[in-house]
């Protein structure tokens, strides 16, 4: 199982934890992480990835999200055709950054997209050349 998790997914430990939801997203996106150490799930990275987290001011946390990069088993670089891709997707009402992000893991043939982000969860079932969950609905 090859999975892609984008920013906000690996930024979610990192959110106020005082709401339920968030707690629970947490605890789904930490069992992802525990999956990927023990090889029982790979992981995707981007150039995407890498684009966002090099804008995060918070330096002790970017090199935390960094470190995923090196248990990648698949790293996406930019090309025509995730930017041609990303155009179709973004004609579905999808953030042209999340366009990028969902394109990528489509080129890399990952099986699932992983998100906490709410723009792109509204907007999944649009999508239908990649499975999108978020933390806890890839587990049930």
């Not at 966002?52 to 088993?73: F, G, H, L, Q, Y």
């Amino acid at each position: 199982m090859l999975v892609y998790l984008d920013m906000c997914c690996f930024n979610r430990p990192f959110d106020d934890q005082t709401h339920p939801q968030v707690q629970l997203e947490t605890e789904g996106k930490l069992l992802l992480q525990q999956k990927i150490r023990n090889d029982e799930i790979k992981i995707a990275w981007s150039y995407m990835l890498d684009y966002e987290n090099s804008a995060n001011p918070d330096t002790d946390i970017s090199a935390t999200i960094v470190a995923w990069e090196k248990r990648a088993s698949v790293v996406i670089e930019p090309g025509q055709v995730i930017v041609d891709r990303a155009n179709e997707i973004r004609s579905l009402g999808i953030d042209p950054k999340d366009a990028l992000h969902i394109s990528c893991p489509i080129e890399a043939r990952a099986d699932c997209f992983i998100t906490v982000d709410r723009g792109i969860l509204k907007h999944r079932k649009k999508i239908s050349n990649i499975e999108i969950k978020s933390p806890l609905e890839y587990f049930y």
